[in-house]
């Protein structure tokens, strides 16, 4: 099936079996590898992306359904000159070790800070329920949250 | 510049720019235009014969390019994926090391065992192809339950009752000597449960093949390419060494799960030889649940005499260790050099013996993971001492002080060993009391039973060998190769440095810290400096990341090769000064004449170095790239005291971490902001066995927590925010005086939880994971 | 995944109209379950009929009910504040990411024993909304992963009276975060109900709080009363006896929010 979808703000039309998941579009054909994949139970969230405004995972969208979005990826956030406040604050705090489930991460806590409630620490740490992270405890990756929400 | 970015400075990580912008390299990020794709198909039997493997209907289909089994690999000499460390056992016989194809010929042993493999033009087409494959199994009798694995029904021919050894440590006469007219025995049997090391990245392979070369490169998320590279070359059979490029390019996380070479790389490495097609293979994570080497495992039995006053007169122990399946890498020195060695703990416990046997199960073969046999030997110490402390109506701080090896008794030959260099052990513990608040815990229990919560504190003071190894010491105790590490510093022309090193960075941040060492050294830029790791085509040999080693063995092989590179500068400044080396200071990043304001840079040394203008060449050389080969003189022994204050909710028996503090003393810091990651990480590990995770198998030998829908992760409202500071006792034998950081936080902590958690219940034991089902059971009484 | 067609709808007769010419159709709503069953290959469907391009999502409040349309996610349900209870229940679904695609409609359809919404259903005493009908939250869920929804039949909305007064206390499962027990307890109109997910193979009413809550609503009324969990749940993370005990945790707890 054909579908079209703006990524990072170019519009890309393609071709893709049916079965095909939004996170193989982005890695595979769009060449964005910075959506990792790290389950398959969809629990992991290193896949995590924003779809029309909303922190989703990739890996459980079928091309279809993303057909006509509007898709962002972590390469879409900001770039090594002009990081995004997340990105900064996560370099900062030591937010990230191994950084494979740092994009999913940010994508996340951006759209948690974006939701408008004021967050503090035990707010944060619900709100990440959907990121698994291995190297870092967690203890850096709220601190920067915390510090990224007052320069958002 | 040396302040903001040298050796103890909390600087920034270099490797983050490529991380937060998504730009990083991983094993699946990597394709080769016209690659195919490999799909394992897995045994579905925990144990079974292979009667007949049937690949015709996967070949028939599209796409499909070739399907192979066991019997191919064997056919081209494929060998045995080896163990690489001999333990014998009491009776100075040498370990069983049952045979273990890289993918099973004639029979399959766990769950998930490989036992062909199928490789299409597309990921869809090799699914499909992998799902066609027909095999015919005759089912064997399962082996699962560890306590009776032992005379259970024999797995390997080469096995009799299952064991792989019998060893012991320790002196036997003297621990039962002691434990005869000791005033008091405590006495546990504890469970070390097993867990899966879960890499937030699955492990996959890149392999290449070009025949007009003859060269094969691995891409392969591996955390030590260079081993990986030799067992295949030398071991396995699959290439030449010199025709073998393995690349660990930026790699997920490994915990230990990625030091093995498994079947998939090997398998993957192979056919893309007989094909001449590059083919790229990526676990799904239920395949991650399946065949990564798992960890921990064991049943002890642990026993501690004490005189009346608390004295520590003798310790014994005895443990069935879970080898699973097959033999993995270094499984066999997981429960006996890095597990017996540390059983003195921080203490002058005069008299242990412990035994180890090792046993096959039908299940996934269990190799290290964070800590690797440290957890399990500080689990025992740490839980026998509370407990004691509370049999005996001690103060469980008191207890530890009285039988602590004071800072006075270093060097201090333990009898399990090891001779520990220096530490102060009551520095952590009194800083940690400090930071926990100890004194107010009793009021803080009153007005949580107030609130209907019942709340304990715990504490466990650890020790840990690591820095691995001396190799004359690991080549004693079986080691099959010896664990020093190489350095390459090597100087441009226009005097930035690349600094090559056998170690790998998978998360601990060795681009900054090596470089904040070389550019401390040699007054150079930070950015000027470049660290270059994981490929076996740019660095020298070595032995990779794990056993809290890189800094320590690493990094002291770099300050060898910068003094080197110093040395020659000198040599080269004294040439262009018209001076000797005798009278040419270096400061930083400045050759300087003494007493005199003739000097030049580092910079201006290197360009010379590369453009030598009239050398003495019989005595100086152009060029400026210096090696070195580090070899430790001993292991280094980080230790410190953590301390856990947990709150239970009685109705539900979910267990709430509302502080945990760690002192850790790991000698000389580069990087503390560093370090301090590295202790939060691993303290969510050590958390995570104590409450959560638990990796299982029914009876019947299937995987039950084959998924995060089942394996409990811990996640961000899991952990508390972590209290974690320093003690500094440098390390006395390397350079650097460095101890080496990342196993700690998981070796010291499950200990601490499970001692606040039975003090809070007010209990001797609970298993591990206390999930809230297993603790509201204790409650009950069960 | 197996490979199948995708379909996307414009309109309820094409849905139903593709789901009745499809060999083996399987309607996609979410995907939350849905997508990961396709990508275990536990289902093998020849048609995906995506129902997202039908005009279900919304939310109305009318007098005495509150009603919303089955695409509705939860995320959206979580942000409202209509039935502050259902809110809470929503935002105790899943994880972040999973309330931004996750809809009501599928969430009930596929009648998850560890759902949440389901035990709201029956607290609340809802009706299901379908294109055959409506059901009423006493004859929906019939059993593991069954409810009364016919073949082929799309869940339009779900309806919920206005509660007087209601709360849903959740104990989740700490590795997939799945309701080990939920329990919602409303009363509305003087009529008291307590509806639980995740203990038995489907939501269910327990009727001995039921009664007890009725004649005094207080957390004191539950004490004592015996949870029957012959037919409860059990797996590596709760037994069944702890399920029954849970129940009555979770109750107490829910109308302590409440009192």
Known sequence: MEISLTVNGTEHTTDVPDNSLLVEIIRERLNLTGTHVGCDTSQCGACTIHMDGRSVKSCTVLAGQADGADITTIEGIGTVDALHPMQEAFRENHALQCGFCTPGMIMSAIDLVEKGKPLDERSVREGLEGNLCRCTGYHNIVKAVLDAQDKM | ?782 | ?259
């Open chain 3, 1 to 259: 995944m197996y490979r199948f067609n995708y379909h996307k709808p414009d309109d309820m007769d094409a849905a139903q109209q593709m789901m009745a010419d499809a060999e083996d159709g399987v309607y996609l709503s979410g995907g939350m379950t849905l997508i990961p069953t396709l990508k275990a290959r536990l289902a093998s469907p020849t048609d995906v009929i995506d129902l997202s391009g039908l005009a279900l999502s919304g939310i109305e409040l009318a007098d005495d009910s509150l009603t919303i349309g089955a695409l509705t996610l939860h995320s959206e349900v979580a942000a409202g504040n209509e039935i502050s209870s259902l809110s809470n229940l929503a935002l105790a679904i899943g994880d972040a990411q999973v309330r931004n695609r996750g809809t009501i409609g599928g969430s009930i359809a596929n009648s998850d024993p560890g759902a949440d919404y389901p035990a709201a259903v029956m607290a609340l005493a809802a009706t299901i909304n379908t294109t055959a009908g409506a059901i009423d939250a006493d004859d929906f869920f019939q059993g593991l992963f069954e409810t009364a929804l016919k073949p082929g039949a799309i869940v339009t909305s779900v309806t919920f009276p206005l509660p007087g007064r209601a709360a849903y206390e959740k104990f989740p499962n700490p590795a997939s975060r799945y309701a080990v027990v939920g329990v919602m307890v409303a009363e509305t109109n003087g009529d008291v109900r307590v509806g639980v997910t995740g203990a038995g193979p489907c939501a269910y009413r327990q009727r001995n709080f039921e009664q007890a809550l009725a004649d005094n609503f207080s957390v004191a009324a539950l004490d004592g009363l015996e949870v029957d969990y012959a037919e409860f749940n059990s797996d590596i993370h709760a037994s069944a006896e702890y399920r029954g005990h849970l129940v009555g945790v979770m109750a107490r707890r829910a109308v302590a929010q409440i009192t």
């Open chain 2, 1 to 782: 510049m040396t302040s903001e970015t040298g050796i103890g400075a909390a600087v920034k990580r270099k490797e983050d720019a490529r991380f937060i912008t998504g730009a990083g390299h991983y094993t699946d990020d990597i394709n080769q235009p016209g690659q195919l794709y490999a799909v394992f198909v897995r045994s579905m039997y925990p144990r079974a014969e292979i009667r007949s493997i049937d690949v015709s209907p996967a070949l028939a289909m599209q796409g499909v390019v070739a399907a192979y089994t066991g019997a191919d690999l064997a056919a081209d000499e494929i060998g045995d994926l080896p163990c690489g460390w001999m333990v014998k056992s009491k009776d100075g016989s040498d370990m069983i090391q049952p045979p273990h194809p890289p993918v099973a010929v004639s029979v399959v042993n766990y769950v998930g065992e490989p036992y062909a493999m199928v490789v299409a033009e597309t990921l869809q087409e090799a699914r499909d192809g992998a799902e066609a494959v027909t095999a015919d199994f005759n089912e064997l009798p399962v082996v699962v339950d560890l306590a009776s694995a032992h005379g259970a029904d024999q797995i390997h021919e080469a096995a009799p009752g299952n064991q792989c050894y019998d060893w012991e440590l320790g002196d036997r006469e003297a621990t039962d000597a002691a434990f005869a007219s000791a005033d008091h025995v405590t006495s546990l049997d504890i469970v070390n449960n097993r867990l899966i090391p879960n890499a937030m990245e699955p492990r996959a392979a890149l392999g290449m093949y070009e025949a007009a070369t003859g060269n094969y490169t691995l891409y392969t998320t591996s955390q030590n390419p260079h081993l990986e590279r030799l067992i295949l070359a030398a071991f396995v059979n699959v290439a030449a060494e010199s025709k073998l490029r393995v690349v660990a390019p930026d790699v997920g996380g490994g915990f230990g799960s990625k030091i093995f070479v498994y079947a998939e790389e090997t398998a993957v490495i192979w056919a893309a030889g007989k094909l001449a097609r590059a083919i790229k293979w990526r676990a799904d994570r239920s395949e991650s649940f399946l065949a990564d080497a798992h960890g921990r495992d064991h049943l002890t039995r642990a026993e501690l005499a004490l005189k009346a006053d608390g004295t520590f007169v003798g310790l014994r122990v005895k443990t069935v260790a879970n080898m699973g399946a097959y033999l993995s890498l270094f499984a066999s020195s997981v429960p006996t050099y890095l597990y017996g060695t540390l059983l003195a703990g921080q203490y002058r416990t005069p008299a242990i013996y412990v035994e180890v046997q090792s046993v096959f199960t039908n299940t996934a073969p269990v190799d290290a993971y964070r800590g690797a046999g440290r957890p399990e030997a500080t689990y025992v110490v740490e839980r026998l001492v509370e407990t004691a402390a509370r049999e005996l109506g001690k103060d469980p701080a008191d207890i530890r002080r009285l039988n602590f090896i004071q800072p006075e008794d270093f060097p201090y030959e333990t009898p399990v060993a090891l001779t520990y260099d220096t530490g102060d052990y009551d520095a952590s513990l009194k800083k940690a009391i400090e930071l926990i608040g100890y004194d107010g815990f009793a009021e803080r229990k009153v007005s949580s039973e107030a609130n209907g919560k019942k709340r304990g504190i715990g504490f466990s003071c650890y020790i840990e060998a690591c820095g691995l190894a001396p190799s004359q010491v690991a080549l004693s105790l079986g080691a099959g190769v010896g664990l020093f590490e190489s350095a390459e510093v090597r100087v441009d022309v226009t005097g930035s440095v690349s600094v090559m090193t056998g170690c790998h960075s998978h998360g601990q941040g060795h681009e900054t810290t090596f470089a904040q060492i070389v550019s401390d050294k040699l007054g150079i830029p930070f950015e000027n400096v470049d660290v270059v790791h994981g490929d076996t085509g740019r660095s020298d040999y070595g032995l990779g990341t794990y056993g809290s080693r890189s800094l320590v063995v690493g990094g002291s092989a770099i300050v060898k090769a910068t003094d080197k590179v110093i040395a020659k500068s000198r040599k080269i400044a004294a040439h262009m000064l018209e001076s000797t080396e005798e009278n040419v200071d270096f400061e930083e990043g400045t050759f300087s004449v003494t007493d005199s304001n003739q000097s030049i840079t580092f910079p201006e040394v290197a360009f010379s170095a590369y453009v030598p203008g009239n050398y003495p060449l019989d005595e100086l050389e152009p060029g400026l790239s210096e090696k070195a080969f580090y070899d430790p003189e001993n292991f280094t022994y980080p230790a410190g005291a953590h301390i856990c204050e947990v709150e239970v909710d009685p109705e539900t028996g979910k267990v709430e971490i509302v502080n945990f503090v760690a002192v850790d003393d790991f000698g000389e810091i580069i990087n503390p902001m560093i370090v301090a990651g590295q202790v939060h990480g691993g303290l969510a590990q050590g958390i995570g066995q104590a409450l959560l995770e638990h990796g299982i198998y029914d009876e019947s030998g299937q995987l039950v927590t084959g998924s995060y829908m089942d394996y409990t992760m811990p996640r961000a409202d899991d952990m508390p925010n972590f209290v974690v500071d320093t003690t500094v006792t440098p390390c006395t034998h390397n350079p650097l005086g460095a101890k080496g950081c990342g196993e700690a936080g998981a070796i010291g902590s499950t200990a601490a939880v499970m001692n606040a958690l039975t003090d809070a219940l007010g209990v001797v034991d609970v298993p591990m994971p206390a999930s809230p089902e297993t603790v509201w059971r204790a409650m009950q009484g069960e």
